[in-house]
């Protein structure tokens, strides 16, 4: 369920209605800001990993700022961007797909596929001038996790491809992903570098380069420097390629939704001073927290609006589910004056939250208040 009402801000909202169900904020502004973000610095085609956060109200916000184009996994996915934005074109790079699936994305015409295997090549026999990018996997650090573990060719594989994309009358093209929050520019210098080394040993030219997601959300500490990396982007794509240069292609995902959502949970109980219990946990809207570093964009407010400013002390935060793994995976520092039925407002959560909430035991995130 969206709400739709018009509210100030989240804490407004809240100390209004008193819910004890978590409950999504979502700011179109918010979001509008990061795409212009984003078009005004990558020198390039900005497309909008549609994964991080699939929601009709993203999809239509981005399609009305003017991003044409979309990252797209799963069929699902292209039916979703279909509906919001008719015309926008559509880069399938998940480099695994079913006959099937591959049968659907052709009949809602997608423009740009990846590969990474010759097997995954030979499913698009016959697509015709088409842009098939080669997914490229290197032992490069910088992020929370590697996405080169699943996906990706090595150096010699991706020439092979490359070659074979040619010899099949599509347009050649290269794609790799940094891994995810990745904040550190030479990253993305080190990939362009030997994109540029594999296109030259296969005599191909290539028509984009798309450098991936992986950009960093603002989950704690200072705010990631974005603009560092579009420049490094530009200045290695322009040393390694020279004059003949691919048209550069980026699909940010977490980075682009992150700021424009936050979420609102209650305090259940406490257990001394040492443990808590949420509205909402692991199964829901804070699913990802197990898997990469937690953020520290938190606050605590009274019932009544006002901010609890009591000393940070470290709690075990548990969800309400009746599953004991239902846990924060870190302690996360709460004002010594937080009580039972306090509110914890956790900004930065536009990324992944909705998309891999469950309502496990009926718990989870069911409704979004636009605020702004």
């Not at 290539?206 to 960093?216: E, H, P, S």
């Amino acid at each position: 369920m969206q709400d739709l009402t018009p509210t100030r801000d989240p804490v407004t909202w809240l100390t209004r209605h008193q819910p004890d169900e978590p409950v999504m904020f979502f700011s179109p502004a918010t979001l509008r800001d990061t795409a212009a973000r984003f078009l005004r610095g990558f020198p390039g085609l900005v497309t909008y990993a549609v994964k991080a956060n699939p929601r009709a109200e993203v999809l239509d916000t981005l399609c009305a700022a003017g991003l044409g184009a979309f990252d797209v996994a799963s069929p699902a996915e292209m039916a979703a961007v279909r509906a919001a934005c008719p015309g926008a074109v559509l880069h399938y790079n998940n480099p695994v797909r079913s006959r099937s699936e591959v049968a659907q994305a052709r009949a809602l015409g997608v423009a740009s596929w990846s590969v990474d295997s010759m097997a995954e090549l030979d499913k698009l026999t016959g697509l015709g001038d088409v842009e098939i990018s080669v997914r490229l996997a290197l032992p490069v650090g910088g992020a929370a996790y590697d996405f080169g573990e699943k996906f990706g060719a090595d150096p010699d594989m991706a020439a092979a491809l490359l070659t074979r994309v040619v010899q099949m009358g599509a347009r050649p093209a290269m794609t790799f992903h940094p891994g995810t929050q990745c904040a550190a520019p030479e990253a993305w210098a080190r990939y362009i570098a030997v994109c540029a080394e594999i296109a030259q040993a296969a005599g191909v030219r290539l028509a984009r380069l798309n450098v991936g997601g992986g950009f960093a959300a603002h989950r704690a500490g200072p705010a990631p420097d974005l603009e560092a990396i579009f420049t490094r982007i530009a200045q290695e794509t322009a040393r390694c390629f020279g004059p003949e240069a691919p048209a550069l292609v980026c699909e940010p995902g977490r980075a682009m939704v992150n700021d424009s959502y936050s979420l609102g949970t209650r305090v259940k109980a406490l257990r001394g001073d040492k443990a808590l219990f949420l509205n909402d946990g692991i199964y829901g809207a804070l699913a990802e927290w197990r898997d990469i570093a937690p953020g520290d964009r938190v606050q605590v407010i009274a019932p009544d609006g006002t901010l609890r400013t009591g000393t940070p002390q470290p709690r075990v935060v548990y969800g309400p589910t009746c599953d004991s793994i239902d846990r924060l995976p870190d302690p996360l520092a709460l004002p010594t004056d937080t009580a039972e039925g306090d509110f914890v407002l956790f900004s930065g959560m536009g990324a992944y939250s909705l998309a891999l909430a469950t309502r496990f035991n009926g718990y989870g995130p069911s409704q979004v208040v636009t605020v702004g």
